[in-house]
């Protein structure tokens, strides 16, 4: 164990995609028709506490080993609304830490957002803003999604700027769907330019679910043209990932930063590691699907599990 100095000066940066984070009861303006007690998913009450549970235990475990605290930064993916992240906040593990959260509703027809938590204790929220990336379907109609969350604040006594972003999928197939996320990824470029331009060499975070690997092009032009660095192209592999989509590993969730993290200036956050939180409890347990992340529901069927998505995270240090 380090001692308490130094684990002070460690935070812990995650993302993860919670899978359907909804509450039950019906939002007129979305498709959350499956994620009600009368639907075919059966999505009562006891399951909905229970999942909450679960992800407030996985939150509060991510970094604790070195850091002993649960993250002071969380991206989030996947959430319906404020409600539940506000129970996510009041949960069991995540309550005795001093959680805010910054949220706005997209225009996803899905209903389902990105998010912020941050531990106020040190992290102060300056400005927050959110992107629409404007993409148009087969008919020329603007086809929605959700929006890149950018949030700028300090960071103990650091300027840090911290972007959530959750691209389009692959449903369609990913070459099909490859240009919706290539559009994210410009907006995305676009607002790092924009920060800029208004800040000399500021420090920036950007994570998500991005539904693309880190050698798409996409996810590889963040890193040439943003001048970021990414952490999790070596953590890639075919035993390891993020999420598995027919027995093949994807990383779609990953963090990168401003390569001004690699400075080793006194009194000053640098990167310190990176890793995908895959747990044992995370996993399956047994049977043919053994490894793979422990989700909440295959198509219909409840299995009670966390999520169809590892957590990822980094640290800095200072």
């Known amino acids: ?26 939002d007129a303006s979305t498709h959350d028709n499956d994620f009600l007690p009368s639907s075919e998913k059966r999505w009562t009450k006891k399951r909905y506490e229970r999942k909450v549970y679960k992800l407030g235990s996985v939150i509060s475990k991510i970094g604790f080993e070195d850091s002993n ?24 593990d995540l309550e005795p830490y001093n959680y805010g959260f910054v949220h706005y509703d997209s225009k996803d027809e899905r209903g389902i957002d990105v998010a ?9 929220v ?3 803003k959110i992107f629409s990336v404007y993409l148009e379907d087969e008919k020329g109609e603007q086809d929605f999604t959700r929006d890149i969350l950018l949030v700028s604040g300090m960071l103990e006594d650091e300027k840090t700027h911290l972007l959530v972003n959750h691209w389009s999928s692959r449903r369609d197939g990913e070459k099909e769907t490859a240009y919706k996320r290539i559009a994210a990824s410009n907006k995305l470029l676009e607002i790092i330019e924009n920060l800029k331009q208004n800040e000399v060499n500021p420090k920036i975070i950007v994570m998500g679910d991005f539904n693309d690997n880190p050698n798409n092009t996409s996810v590889k032009q963040l890193v040439k043209i943003g001048n970021l660095f990414n952490p999790m192209e070596t953590l890639w592999s075919y035993e390891k990932g993020s999420q598995s989509h027919n027995f093949r590993w994807n990383l779609f969730d990953q963090i990168l930063f401003s390569v001004n993290f690699f400075e080793t200036k006194k009194g000053r956050f640098k990167f310190d590691e990176a890793n995908i939180f895959n747990e044992k409890f995370l996993t399956q347990h047994e049977g043919k699907y053994k490894g793979q992340p ?14 169809d998505h590892f957590p990822v995270f980094i640290k800095i240090r200072k």
């Open 1 to 26: 164990m380090e001692n308490l100095e130094t684990i002070n000066n460690i935070h812990t940066v995650a993302f993860y995609n919670v899978e359907n984070l909804f509450n039950i009861v019906d």
């Open 69 to 92: 605290k649960a993250p002071t930064i969380v991206g989030l993916a996947e959430v319906e609304g404020k409600d539940v992240i506000e129970d996510l906040i009041k949960s069991k």
């Open 116 to 124: 912020l938590l941050y531990n106020k204790d040190n992290f102060v």
């Open 126 to 128: 300056e400005s927050s």
């Open 294 to 307: 422990y989700r909440t529901y295959v198509g219909k069927k409840y299995k009670g599990g966390y999520s």
